[in-house]
């Protein structure tokens, strides 16, 4: 099935640094959104987006809508131990049925 | 918030039973809801949608006979799995849906493993 281009696949970093992960595709889509998944728990929504460069934030995490609606970014500043866990994203267009990315491992070193 | 919860949320059973999986909306009503399931560091693949009082459709792939989705109120779906296979061992998760187009509120997750 459709699915989004997203990366990177794996990140580990030390804690403070700043994380930015994207999600590409060739579709153009009406709604952005970004979950996390901690292991053994369902996604969780970080962020959601739904106009073409819209610019969020939610506490240290920032997102952007791309202006052509094919790609979209998350950001994540002064990075935590407990930011650690599965970011994917997803999108939604004309149909509304969401279309995953296949997620980015965050690690982080205290 | 919207939450959603799951039940049970792991389950072992052995090969050729069935086993259930409730998923409800706590706090909202759920026009849909969806079912998904996650392999191993794979993202989650969408079985089926289901609205309320209505028919679930299937991606797919999936089958309709195998896997009985029951959307009977605005708060609850069931998902049950019949005549259980090992290979049907996964991570089941629904999602919540108040209307069309909305954003997807998802359960904790139910991990199945099918001896």
């Known amino acids: 099935g459709q699915q989004l281009n997203q990366s990177p696949q794996s990140m580990f970093i030390q804690e403070g640094e700043d994380v930015s992960m994207n999600c590409t595709s060739s579709s153009i889509f009406n709604t952005w959104l970004w979950y996390k998944q901690e292991p053994g728990e369902g996604p969780v929504l970080l962020i959601a987006?739904?106009?073409a460069g819209e610019l969020t934030s939610n506490g240290r995490l920032t997102a952007q809508f791309g202006i052509t609606r094919k790609d979209s970014f998350l950001n994540i500043s002064a990075s935590i131990p407990s930011d650690v866990g599965i970011y994917f994203c997803?999108?939604?267009?004309?149909?509304?049925?969401?279309?995953w990315g296949l997620g980015t491992s965050l690690a982080v070193n205290p | 918030g919207a939450v959603v919860s799951q039940h049970p949320s792991w389950v072992i059973c052995k090969s050729g039973t069935s086993v259930k999986i409730e998923c409800r909306s706590l706090d909202f009503q759920a026009t849909t809801m969806f079912w998904y399931r996650q392999f191993p560091k794979q993202s989650l693949m969408l079985m089926a949608t289901s609205n309320e009082g209505s028919k679930a459709t299937y991606e797919q792939g999936v089958e309709k006979d195998k896997f009985l989705i029951n959307h009977a109120s605005l708060t609850l779906s069931t998902l049950t799995v019949t005549s259980a296979h090992p290979e049907d061992s996964s991570f089941y998760i629904c999602?919540?849906?108040?209307?069309?187009?909305?954003?997807?509120?998802f359960g904790p997750g139910t991990r199945l493993l099918v001896l």
């Open positions: 987006l739904y106009k």
């Open positions: 997803a999108a939604a267009g004309n149909n509304r049925k969401l279309i």
């Open positions: 999602s919540a849906q108040r209307g069309a187009g909305e954003t997807q509120y």
